[in-house]
């Protein structure tokens, strides 16, 4: 038996890692006279449907495939998160 | 000898890193299609510059997972000669044959202009025909080609002296002006720790024959034929020019 899990997947880079875009959209607020932006981090987002016997066997199964595929943990931090659940981080590490 | 090239869809250097070798060499060239589960008799692998798979994902992940691929690796992790140019570099990169990554330039820009190279390790397969130190000039042309890795890493790469390719100015010095992407400690080309696979930025193949108006990249080339080769035969031609920095 098996139900279908909507899963999001946010990658960030990895603390410590430059991230220009972040660094870029940050000064572009500042330019624009938005007062009190501290640091601006930008990722990506990744939405996947997925069959599973479970919402665990959904997350165990997107975390390998954000290790392998989806994130690279040399540069990259990920969240996967299902629907309705509570969220769990996840830097490869 | 036989350079095996890669062909991606989406590469599209492939064909330069041919004629660099074959017309600046005079050696053996061949194709290799990205399904293909077979290297053939190839001595050395050529992951060429482009942009595989659309870039999707990040520059280099999803060429990785593709049939030839498999062969590469199994090739390199056997000690065979593998060289990635820019985008085949970040393949590398995804595929853990060299440490670190390659992410977007900070400048946010995609840079295509020539630069200054200093050989870091002329006692490499890849360039062994350059001087210590020597300064070539290569053009890049990426918007993904800023060099990170942890600092326990970077000190690794350069105790052991793995970084080869280093950006430097006009005077030869690795200065923070003259980093055209941000990489870390200016590095633009590394090699793995057996000493087999290598992995830069600038486009060697793009500076490889006399009528481009410069030969400084066809070092790289002939480094590998040589190495090849067991020895310091001579190449049926093009070899004399190698070496000369500008």
Request: aromatic share 6%; proline share 4%; hydrophobic share 40%.
């Amino acid at each position: 038996m098996t139900d279908t899990f909507s899963v999001e997947v946010r990658i960030t880079p990895r603390t410590g890692i430059l991230d220009p875009e972040g660094e870029t959209i940050a000064r572009a607020l500042d330019n624009l006279g938005y007062e009190g932006v501290g640091s601006v981090r930008a990722g990506r987002l990744v939405r996947l449907e997925i069959d599973a016997a479970s919402a665990d066997d959904a997350r165990r199964s997107v975390r390998r495939m954000c290790e392998e595929l989806i994130a690279n943990p040399v540069i990259e931090d990920f969240e996967v998160r299902i629907e309705g659940d509570a969220p769990t981080g996840g830097g490869g590490t | 000898m036989k350079f095996g090239i890669v062909r991606f869809p989406g590469s599209n250097c492939d064909a330069d890193v041919v004629r660099a070798v074959t017309e600046g060499l005079g050696e053996e060239a061949t194709y290799l299609w990205h399904k293909s589960h077979d290297l053939g008799d190839v001595d050395v692998v050529v992951l060429p510059g482009g942009f595989s798979y659309g870039d999707y994902l990040r520059a280099g992940a999803i060429a990785r997972f593709s049939p030839i691929m498999r062969e590469v690796v199994a090739f390199a992790r056997a000690g065979g000669l593998t060289l990635g140019i820019c985008n085949g570099f970040q393949v590398l990169c995804e595929a853990r044959l060299l440490p670190g990554a390659l992410v977007r330039n900070r400048s946010l820009r995609f840079r295509c202009v020539e630069v200054g190279v200093r050989v870091e390790n002329a006692a490499t397969p890849f360039s062994r025909a350059y001087r210590e130190g020597e300064r070539l000039s290569i053009p890049i042309a990426h918007g993904e080609g800023q060099f990170v890795a942890d600092s326990g890493t970077l000190d690794r790469l350069e105790a052991e002296r793995r970084v080869v390719f280093r950006y430097v100015d006009g005077s030869g010095e690795p200065t923070d002006a003259a980093n055209p992407n941000g990489s870390a400690r200016n590095i633009a080309g590394i090699i793995n720790e057996a000493g087999n696979v290598l992995g830069l930025m600038p486009h060697p193949e793009r500076v490889s024959l006399g009528y481009l108006g410069n030969t400084d990249g066809l070092g790289v080339f002939a480094s590998l034929a040589r190495s090849v080769g067991g020895g310091d035969r001579p190449h049926r031609r093009g070899a004399e020019t190698v070496g000369v920095g500008s």
